[in-house]
């Protein structure tokens, strides 16, 4: 974890050169500054730098894996990897919820009337999943 934190951090300073090099470059005096890729670009540094900094704090909380071990084998890293459910329709709740809620961005607000409630249930199905029905924890 330790190696990809420092991966991120090294693609975060990268992408901030470039969003200043971007922005310096189309900036005319005619047009003013292209405001969508600077501003694009500068979220993606600051996307870089959470995951980065995410990584890096947890690499020193946990112990070191096999992908901070240069002399580590493939197959050092098999094994489970945690628990995931094994069927689930909240995340299709989740999507629809969340589509509906991009394109009140586009056509409208009032989109969002319908959209949030979508969202709240698939999110409180997925987090209440394991409190109820089959999957019931006993």
Known sequence: MRE???IFL?????????AITYGLWTNS???GIEA?????LFLAFA??????????FTARRVDSGAGDNPEAEVADDSGELGFFAPHS????????GGALAFLGVIF?????????????????GWVFEFYRGENQNQ
Do not use: D, N, R
């Not at 090294?10 to 470039?18: I, R, S, T």
């Open 47 to 56: 996307l870089c730098a959470f995951i980065g900094y995410y990584l890096a």
């Open 29 to 31: 005096s005619e047009h």
């Open 36 to 40: 969508a890729g600077t501003t694009a």
């Open 108 to 124: 409208g607000w009032w989109l969002l009337y319908w959209s949030i409630p979508v969202i709240l249930i698939g999110l409180f």
């Open 4 to 6: 990809q934190g420092k």
């Open 89 to 96: 329709w909240q995340p299709l709740s989740l999507a629809v």
């Open 10 to 18: 090294g693609l975060a300073v990268f992408v901030l050169a470039m």
